[in-house]
């Protein structure tokens, strides 16, 4: 049986490969653009880049943050995310093991990271990421471990139905579209991943960061929330701690008795 640790290793350095093309995804889907042409290059000069220079954070690394053409500072953003989705991985496997559960919840959390990430550049929600994620969640369901096929697709139809919903009432109150589209197709793809509680938790807390973290910057600037930043942390709790959070609040709140 392969160490605990080792499995660990490897999921970080597969994690990694992942950050590497989930930074090109988080830039050229939210452009319409293809993530295989052109290969990466440099946004200044336009010289391609390297493979060797193209290794997840060890390439920023020797190369001193710097493009090897023109000398143009290259992005932190590019080894942070490299390095976060690695963590995500190690993480995730190095704690429920060699498992399809480990998959299912990097892949999630790596889902929930892209939609976070293009929503505060570009203020939109790929459908690569809520779309396909939406298959995703909906396909891993079939596997061992997490939830069952039916209560994902539950999920994903109360997550896309609360979210229109809300879309459907704020644009007849307030005369102007008050939820994005994305928001609402991401919403899907949460709920097949975390069932209909998680979609509810999900919002719940989504809500509950935007207004405090968000809300007073809205109020002053007039910017628009980008709500999809806050869904994407309160699914991130939500897979992580939901069930002890709606234990906590059926236990103390609703003096409820725990499920057995």
Not at 1 to 8: E, L, Q, R
Not at 68 to 80: F, M, N, V
Not at 114 to 133: E, H, K, N, T, V
């Amino acid at each position: 049986m392969i160490d605990a640790w080792i499995v660990s290793a490897m999921a970080g350095v597969l994690g990694m490969m992942i950050g590497s093309f989930l930074n090109v995804c988080t830039l050229r889907w939210p452009e319409d653009e293809s993530v295989v042409f052109p290969g990466s290059h440099c946004p200044k000069c336009g010289e391609a880049i390297r493979w060797h220079d193209n290794v997840p954070v060890f390439g920023y690394l020797m190369l001193g943050g710097r493009c090897r053409a023109c000398r143009d500072p290259i992005s932190l953003q590019y080894p942070l995310v490299e390095l976060a989705t690695g963590l995500v991985w190690a993480g995730m496997f190095g704690y429920a093991g060699l498992s399809w559960e480990a998959l299912r919840g990097a892949l999630l959390l790596t889902i929930l990271f892209g939609i976070a990430l293009s929503d505060a550049r570009f203020y939109i929600i790929p459908d690569q990421f809520s779309l396909g994620g939406l298959v995703l969640g909906l396909g891993l369901a079939f596997l061992p471990g997490g939830i069952a096929p039916l209560a994902a697709l539950l999920g994903a139809v109360l997550g896309f139905g609360l979210l229109k919903m809300v879309a459907v009432g704020g644009k007849w109150m307030f005369k102007k579209d008050a939820m994005g589209g994305g928001d609402i197709k991401m919403m899907a793809m949460v709920g097949a991943f975390l069932g209909m509680p998680g979609v509810l938790l999900t919002i719940f807390l989504g809500a509950l960061l935007g207004s405090v973290i968000f809300g007073p910057i809205s109020y002053k600037t007039k910017k628009l929330v980008p709500f999809g930043i806050f869904l994407a942390a309160g699914a991130a709790v939500t897979y992580g701690f939901g069930s002890e959070i709606i234990e906590w609040y059926t236990t103390n709140v609703l003096h409820m008795p725990p499920p057995r």
